[in-house]
């Protein structure tokens, strides 16, 4: 009998459902939701860097792709469905009360931004962040930040946490604890009524959180305290255990299946960020750098316990036993901004439109002209030689997740002459995201790690052939992209069917369900040798800027 499983992957924009066989991997069905409160801007001020999310968001979308997918289906797959796995963005934390509810669901913070969920891309907690790295230079010669690239980010939850306890004296005293997107959903679907009693994903703690077994899980209290007596007492209201993705986290409650339209209470997987799943969905090995390619970039590896044995990889976003595959060791990095950055050049280049939209267009119209425009700049550009132009430009526009966090810096675009116009520095900013690559390749390099090639996933990778040829060129290895456009919610699906009891392990899971590739782009050896020295330029400015 055919067995089938439910993949939630909440987005930055939405959420996507996909209903899969276990058997073959073959996507069912699907549905997606865009949440409405984000949708309008709403809890977001993008001049200080803050972007907050509501429950409800979360909630609401949930229910609409769940729904529509159990009310499309034949009664005899919908008795057959086995399991459910979710992933989402991260690092993204929540206040919540000591039942484990997010205190943006009562009615005294339903419109307070601070008790809501901060995305990853807030950036509102540089000053903590800084204040966490300063106490653990100094923190009596034990770095609690080594297993996470030794720099501690204001995109994770402790900087986040901290930012929120200082600036909103309400939600400090209503908060018991905080959670992560992708353990509250599990916690919401079993009936978790005890914020203790929330099981926490290996993924988000290590990466994100400091958490190791070396350190009997989190930072000491002490340590808290040295960082800002706020924290005090704060991890013994967190959490010690920590759990990977192939765990079940408990069993549906009858009122969710009862929401969801299910016949029975189904097992509910350990969550994990999108990233990490996607990587599993995607076909990850060892020796492949996987890419998702989003608003961001997520580079995630799996490298065995021999290789990683006393090696430590500076300026990443951590290596963590088991964050991606079980029995291997996950690693981590990324680039702050990707398709942002292109989508930042879209809206500057056609915002006279919006001086005469209220005139002459509708909003549906306008984008669709603005997407217009930017596949015009991508075919305009794909005829640019990289040796015809001389523009270099920095991709940190929201800041530099990889190598070494910092969220101080910005971008650039350098060289410009009355000549440059608009193909030119579209292609100057692909050129750049591609050297942000090469850079995250070069770390990894640098401490003994082999990639043979990198494999990418998202919607920039299968839309942008320029984008995937450039960066095999500057990276100088083959880019496979892989063929399914779900692959974040499928690698959720393969835990699914591990917690679901299909398979033993998520190794026998991925063989059967990830996807398969599409295309492969190789490099060209000719512009293999011009982006060298154009990469060389690009690391030579950055340490000019970062000097600045």
């Known amino acids: 009998m055919e067995k089938f499983v439910i993949g939630i992957d909440y987005g930055t924009d939405s959420c996507r459902a996909v209903l899969v066989n276990t058997e ?11 949440y409405l409160r984000w949708k309008k801007g709403l809890y977001c001020n993008p001049e200080i860097f803050q972007y907050r999310q509501h429950p409800l968001d979360y909630i609401e ?16 797959i919908l008795e057959n469905i086995i399991a459910i796995s979710v992933d989402t963005t991260g690092s993204t934390p929540c206040a919540i009360n000591e039942e484990g509810v997010p205190l943006a669901l009562t009615s005294e913070f339903s419109e307070n931004p601070n008790a809501m969920f901060i995305l990853w ?47 909103d004296e309400k939600v400090r005293e209503a908060a018991y604890s905080f959670v992560e997107h992708c353990d509250y959903i599990p916690a919401l679907l079993t009936g978790v009524k005890n914020a203790e009693d929330i099981k926490r994903s290996r993924c988000a703690a290590g990466h994100k959180a400091m958490w190791n077994k070396e350190f009997d899980g989190l930072p000491s ?55 990490h799943m996607g990587a599993v969905g995607g076909n990850i090995k060892q020796g492949s750098m996987l890419k998702v390619m989003g608003t961001s970039t997520c580079d ?23 964050s991606v595959v079980p029995g291997m060791i996950g690693l981590e990095a990324g680039q702050s901004a ?10 500057l280049v056609s915002y006279p439109l919006k001086l005469m939209s209220s005139e002459k267009y509708a909003e549906s119209e306008l984008e669709e002209i603005e997407d217009k425009i930017l596949l015009s700049l991508e075919e305009e550009a794909s005829k640019i030689s990289p040796s015809e132009s001389s523009l270099v ?156």
Request: charged share 25%.
């Open 24 to 34: 073959n991997g073959n996507i069912v069905d699907s549905e997606v939701f865009y």
């Open 61 to 76: 979308s949930l229910k609409e792709t769940v729904k529509a997918i159990t009310g499309r289906i034949d009664r005899k």
């Open 121 to 167: 891309k807030d950036h509102t907690s540089i000053k903590e962040a800084e204040d966490i790295n300063d106490t653990t230079k100094n923190w009596k010669g034990l770095n609690y930040t080594k297993y996470i690239g030794g720099v501690y980010s204001s995109e994770w939850f402790f900087a986040k946490m901290l930012h929120i306890l200082r600036n």
């Open 221 to 275: 209290n002490e340590y808290f305290k040295a960082i800002d007596p706020l924290l005090d007492g704060i991890a013994d209201r967190l959490f010690k255990d920590t759990y990977t993705s192939d765990y079940c986290a408990g069993e549906m409650t009858q009122e969710w299946a009862d929401e969801l339209g299910l016949l029975s209470r189904i097992k509910v997987g350990i969550g994990a960020f999108d990233c």
């Open 300 to 322: 995630v590896m799996v490298e065995d316990y021999e290789t990683m044995d006393g090696v430590l990889v500076e300026g990443i976003c951590g290596q963590v036993d088991g």
């Open 338 to 347: 990707f398709g942002d950055v292109y989508d930042w050049f879209k809206k």
């Open 393 to 548: 430009s920095l991709d940190w526009i929201n800041g530099r997740r990889t190598p070494y966090a910092n969220q101080n810096l910005k971008g650039a675009i350098t060289g410009i002459s009355l000549a440059t116009d608009a193909p030119i520095v579209y292609r100057s900013l692909i050129e750049a995201t591609a050297f942000g690559a090469r850079a995250i390749a070069d770390r990894f390099k640098e401490c003994g790690i082999k990639i043979d090639d990198a494999i990418a996933i998202g919607g920039v990778a299968k839309k942008s052939p320029l984008n995937m040829q450039i960066c095999a060129n500057v990276m100088n290895i083959p880019i496979k992209v892989c063929e399914s456009e779900q692959c974040v919610a499928l690698g959720a699906s393969i835990f699914a069917a591990v917690v679901g009891g299909v398979y033993d392990d998520a190794l026998h899971a991925q063989k059967k369900m990830a996807s398969s590739f599409e295309k492969i782009y190789y490099p060209e050896e000719d512009q293999v040798e011009i982006y060298e020295e154009l990469y060389k330029k690009y690391l030579k400015i950055g340490m000019f800027f970062e000097k600045l």
